[in-house]
């Protein structure tokens, strides 16, 4: 039971890596406060998750604004008392393309989300952290420093790999609070977006679905994709006090696809 007794808010939450992530906090034994655009999803996430709610709170969010972040943190403490971590999944990952097609003002609004809305959830939660101490965990990317060769998304590489480099910053100035500050960074990830990805592009080429995927797998050192439920469970475990001399640190999670 990692989180026994813990509350973690969790941004981002819903059919894929939110959703296993908060569902990772529940079954290691703690609370979580789920946070995401849309009351509907938080709603059916958190019912999947804890039917009987002893468990779960959630509260639509946006993490552009900051009252709403605000509001968030204060919903862990209201509801049950404390606040020991905050995972972020929110994100805008969903704009493709490089430099030469870009169009900035998307940059603009990728980067207010990936970037700066992590960091505005991450300030409203530090006084409660503050407290006791605790753990800010950041969902990054592997893309941030390796780009892939089949889609090409460097807005959101970009950001993901600003936030990275706030980690080093955040980790020092949290520290003396005994507020760690980490990073996962997911590779291909086996769940909703990549499970679309290969369904796609299997219809578009006329090629079965596992052929698809073993153009992935191949070049990987195990012979499987991670899953969301993989990258939900090393957050969990950086939100834990079993990572309590672990900060400043990015954690791939990547079947060994990219080793550093």
Not at 96 to 123: E, S, Y
Not at 227 to 239: E, H, K, P, S, Y
Request: contains cysteine; glycine residues 10%; proline residues 4%.
């Amino acid at each position: 039971m990692l989180l026994a007794d813990r509350t973690v808010v969790v941004s981002g939450v819903g059919a894929g890596l939110g959703h296993q992530v908060a569902a990772a906090v529940v079954r290691d034994g703690g609370n979580a406060v789920l946070g995401a655009r849309t009351a509907d999803n938080l709603a059916k996430s958190a019912a999947a998750i804890d039917p009987e709610g002893a468990h779960t709170a959630h509260l639509a969010t946006d993490i552009t604004d900051e009252a709403q972040c605000e509001a968030l943190a204060a919903l862990a403490l209201e509801r049950f008392g404390r606040l020991d971590a905050v995972v972020h999944v929110a994100a805008w990952d969903s704009h493709f393309g490089g430099l030469q097609d870009a169009d900035f003002a998307t940059w603009q609004g990728v980067l207010d989300v990936n970037l700066l809305g992590t960091l505005r959830m991450t300030r409203a939660c530090v006084p409660a952290l503050k407290r006791r101490g605790g753990s800010v965990v950041f969902i990054g990317t592997q893309s941030a420093v390796a780009a892939p060769t089949q889609v090409r998304q460097a807005a959101y590489a970009a950001s993901k790999g600003a936030l990275t480099s706030a980690m080093y910053s955040l980790a020092r100035e949290l520290g003396p609070y005994r507020i760690r500050v980490n990073s996962v960074l997911p590779g291909w990830m086996w769940g909703p977006p990549v499970q679309a990805y290969v369904r796609f592009t299997a219809d578009a080429e006329g090629v079965p679905e596992p052929e698809v995927l073993a153009r992935l797998t191949d070049r990987m050192a195990l012979p499987d994709l991670a899953t969301d439920g993989d990258v939900a469970q090393a957050a969990a475990f950086l939100a834990s006090d079993g990572a309590r001399a672990i900060t400043g640190q990015s954690l791939l999670v990547n079947a060994g696809e990219l080793m550093r």
